[in-house]
DNA sequence: GTCTATACAGAGATAGAC
DNA sequence: GTCTATCTCTGTATAGAC
C-alpha cells in the first residue's frame, strides 16, 4: 500500500502535471494577449492558436473567456506577491515602494497584462465576483499600506495624502496613460521609465516654490 | 440676384439647419456613450436609441463606427479649446495649467469621454489616421506647452522635466485609473478631485526631504 | 433622409468522434 | 482530454421602399 501510495500519491502524476502545465501556458498566453490587446480586442481563437491548441480544450480548462482571463489576472497578481516576497530584507519601507514602482512601470512598458482592468471593460465586471482576485489584491494592498504607513511616520512620504489615496496612486501607475503617450511621441522606454517615476514621487510644481492655491 | 442670395445663401437653410442640429445631437450621445461603456462595448443601435432615429439614418451622415467616434473624440477636443478660450486672462500659466487639470478631472469623474483614447482600443487606431483630431490637439498642446514654458522660467513648475513630460502627466490625469481605484472604494468624488490633483502637482515625497536615489 | 428588414462577419461556446 | 466541425448570437453595415 505505501509502496502503491509512492506511486500513485507522492506527486502530481505525469497525466496532471502535463495538465498543470498546458494551464499555466494557457494563463500565461493569455497574460500576455490580455496586455497586447485588451479584454475585448483579444479572442479566445487567439489564445488558442498562441497556445498551440485547439479551443474547444482550452474550454475544457476554463469555463468562458472572463474565466480565463480572471485567471490570467490573478497570475498577474500572484507574480507582484512573488516580486515583493523577493524584496531584501535590508531595504527600507520607501525602497521597497520605489522598487514596486519601478517594477508595475515596467510592466506596462513590457505590454504585459496591466495590474489594473481598463476603465469600463467588461473584464472589471467579471473581477468584482472574483473573489480570489480579491483576496491577492487584498493581500498585497495590506503589505503595501504598511510601508507606506511606516514610511509616512518616518517624514518620508507626505502626510496630507492618506495612506489609501498614495497606495491607489502608485497602483494606478500601472495602467497610466502617460506611457503610451510619450511612446508615442518617439521616446526611449528608458527615459520615459525615469521620467514616470520623477513625476509620480516629485510631482509637476517647483520643490520650494508655493502650494496649491 | 441679391434678394434670392439672401434667401437661399444667407444661412443654412431650415434643413440644413435641421441636419445640423441631428447630427450634433448624435455625436453628443455617441459621446456620452463613449466615456460610460469604452469603443468597443457601445454599440451602433445603442446610439441610435439614444438619439431616438434609426441605425440606417445615422449611416447617412457618419461612414461607419469609426468615423463616429472620431467626430465625438473631435467634439471633446473642441470643448477643451472653447475652455481655455474662456479662461480670463488676468490668470497667470500656473493657474491656468490648474484649472485646465481641475476640468480635465472633472470631465472623467462625470463618466463623459476621455480626452485620450483607452490603451489599445481600435479607437486609438482609427485616430491615428484622422488629420482633424491631431490638428485640433496639435493646437491645444501648443498652447499649454507655451503655459508650462512660462511656468518653468518663473520657476513655478520643476525644471528638470522637459516641458513636453510635464504636459503629457497633464493631459494623461484625464485617463488616471486612480479616479476609478477611489472611487470603488467609497470616496466623494470631491475628495477624489482634489486628492488627484494633489498628488499630481505636489507628488507622493515629503517635501523637505531626501530626492531619489 | 428616414424608416423596416435583412445580409454578412466575427467571436463565444458546444457536439460528438477519437 | 483533444480534436474538427458547427451552432448561435450579437453587432456592423446595407438594400430598398417611402
Redesign the pocket.
Known amino acids: 500500500m505505501g509502496r502503491m501510495n509512492q506511486l500513485t500519491q507522492p506527486r502530481p502524476s505525469f ?1 496532471a502535471q ?2 498543470q502545465a ?1 494551464e499555466d501556458a494557457i494563463v500565461a498566453a493569455t497574460s500576455r494577449l490580455l496586455g497586447e490587446k485588451g479584454f475585448e ?6 489564445v ?1 492558436a498562441a497556445v ?10 476554463f ?4 474565466d ?1 482571463c480572471a485567471a490570467a489576472m490573478v497570475h498577474v497578481v500572484a507574480r507582484l506577491q512573488r516580486f515583493l516576497d523577493a524584496l531584501p530584507d535590508e531595504l527600507g519601507p520607501v525602497q521597497r515602494l520605489q522598487a514596486l514602482l519601478h517594477w508595475l512601470l515596467q510592466l506596462q512598458l513590457g505590454d504585459e497584462t496591466p495590474l489594473l482592468p481598463e476603465r469600463n471593460s467588461a473584464l472589471a465586471q467579471t473581477l468584482r465576483g472574483c473573489d480570489l482576485y480579491h483576496a491577492c489584491m487584498q493581500e498585497v494592498s495590506a503589505r503595501i499600506l504598511a510601508w507606506i504607513a511606516q514610511a509616512q511616520a518616518a517624514g518620508q512620504l507626505r502626510r496630507e495624502l492618506p495612506p489609501e489615496v498614495i497606495l491607489c496612486a502608485r497602483l494606478a501607475r500601472a495602467a497610466d496613460p502617460m506611457l503610451p503617450l510619450l511612446r508615442e511621441r518617439g521616446h526611449d522606454d528608458a527615459d520615459i521609465l525615469a521620467w514616470a517615476m520623477d513625476s509620480c514621487l516629485g510631482g509637476l510644481v517647483a520643490r520650494p516654490a508655493a502650494m496649491l492655491t
Open positions: 497525466k502535463m495538465h498546458r480586442t483579444m479572442t479566445v481563437d487567439e488558442a498551440g491548441i485547439a479551443k474547444a480544450s482550452l474550454y475544457k480548462h469555463a468562458g473567456k472572463d480565463l
